[in-house]
């Protein structure tokens, strides 16, 4: 889900639709980040079994660089 340029953290915006997740990314790749749906979203994504939010991610370097922002369209789909 997340893009990493260099070491440092990758972090989902938690807002009223999902939780606030992150992870560490230790090399240049790709992060897969886990997105909890919390209000509307849950209750949608229980009844209909899917459901649509924009994510806000972020990457902290470790390095002085600054911080990077990206928006992302996610579906969720509920499993079991």
């Known amino acids: 889900m997340?893009?990493?340029g260099k070491a440092g953290k990758v972090i989902l915006?938690?807002?009223k639709n999902n939780k606030?997740?992150?992870?560490n990314a230790n090399k240049?790749?790709?992060v897969?980040?886990?997105v909890k749906a919390r209000g509307k979203a849950a209750r949608k994504l229980k009844k209909?079994?899917?459901y649509k939010?924009?994510?806000k991610l972020v990457f902290?370097?470790?390095s002085d660089c600054s911080n990077k922002n990206r928006s992302k369209k996610v579906k969720l789909v509920r499993k079991g």
Do not use: I, M, Y
């Not at 606030?20 to 992870?23: D, E, G, L, N």
């Open 28 to 30: 240049k790749g790709s």
């Open 48 to 50: 209909n079994g899917g």
């Open 2 to 4: 997340g893009e990493a």
């Open 32 to 34: 897969k980040l886990k």
């Open 13 to 15: 915006e938690g807002s």
């Open 53 to 55: 939010l924009k994510a």
């Open 60 to 62: 902290k370097p470790d």
């Open 20 to 23: 606030q997740t992150s992870k």
